[in-house]
């Protein structure tokens, strides 16, 4: 019988400067936004803006915000991201790494990390459950760039985007449950990064399909493999039915817009508006683009959205922490690894 290779797990996230500080935000911010899935405009003219103009004034803004969150340990969602990896190594017999996308904690060496330890075939986590051409697309692509490079012996193997997986849903709508129990709301907003609407009509392999309508989202295509706001609208619904909320009770939006562009609506700080001025004075804000809380959540969600909120007119607001490192999550994650491990990842 022929010796099989040994397996590993790599667990990936977005990334994160190495400091609060404008010194290490802005070679972050360069790496992030000349990525070509980031900003998909010609590299020259991607240059000129990324280079020639946001990089003389975002770093000091971004670091500011940085700030604001940073933790004696160090970034979040570096740290969030650590714990959860620990725990994940704890429950399952085979090595496991942390990768991130941006930053200093490379996929390069965590594919490294791996192979030091005999691994030869890897279950690769982008941890992002919506597939978007700006988060797990970029992962993988350069995963693969990389695991070429320098590890062509390598053999990986890809969790799809969770948006809708049944283990995943029931998880987050427990979580969610737990942290909302006894509190008063009369809302609940689940929050989405936003993405521009030409991100969207990019990655529609029908090239027909996106109308941007509002009904192309709920009707069967091909195309919803790849998009990103199908399959943030298919997690709401999911969301809703588990928690048991109504249609009116429950919505969703975009946040994290930047420049002039159309992104995809609604736009969370124009439904904070909107729904204190509609009389929902009590808002719970979700936010399940993410699985760990970072910069997105911590700050432009539970600090800056709080006070849009409340200055729209709102009474009481609160955003729910993110799955993390909890052990329900880390032992959902472990169930996905045991099932690939076992040979039946043909499912993902």
Known sequence: MAKLNKKGVLIINLGSPKS??????????????????????????????????????????????????????????????????????????????????????????????????????????????????????????????????????????FKKAFYQDADYIDVLAKDVQQKIQGKDYDHILVSYH??????????????????????????????????????????????????????????????SRLGSDAWIKPYTDKEFERLAKEGKKKLLVITPAFVADCLETLEEIAMEGKEQFLEAGGDTYEHISCLNDADPWVATVANWVQNWNEGSSSID
């Not at 670091?63 to 714990?83: C, D, F, H, Q, T």
């Not at 091909?222 to 928690?243: D, G, P, S, W």
Request: glycine share 4%; aromatic share 8%; hydrophobic share 35%.
């Open 20 to 157: 609060p500080t404008a010194k290490d935000v802005k070679p972050y911010l360069a790496e992030f936004l000349m990525d070509e899935r980031v900003i998909d405009l010609p590299k020259l003219l991607r240059t000129f803006l990324v280079k020639g103009i946001i990089l003389n004034v975002r770093p000091k803004k971004s670091a500011k915000a940085y700030k604001k969150i940073w933790w004696e340990e160090g970034s979040p969602l570096i740290v969030i991201s650590e714990r959860f990896t620990e725990k994940l190594r704890n429950a399952i017999d085979i090595p496991v790494a942390l990768g991130m996308r941006y930053g200093e904690m490379n996929i390069q060496k965590a594919l490294q990390e791996l192979q030091d330890q005999g691994v030869q075939e890897v279950y690769v986590i982008p941890m992002y459950p919506q597939y978007a051409m700006s988060s797990y697309e970029t992962v993988e692509i350069k995963t693969r760039e990389v695991q070429q490079d320098f590890f062509p012996n390598m053999k990986l193997s």
């Open 194 to 255: 936003g993405v521009p609407e030409r991100h969207i009509r990019k990655g529609d392999v029908t090239k027909s399909h996106c109308k941007m309508d509002g009904k192309c989202c709920i009707s069967d295509s091909k195309a919803h493999e790849f998009c990103y706001k199908h399959q943030c609208v298919t997690t709401t619904i999911k969301l809703r039915e588990a928690l048991g909320e109504s249609e009116e009770n429950l919505t969703h939006s975009f946040q």
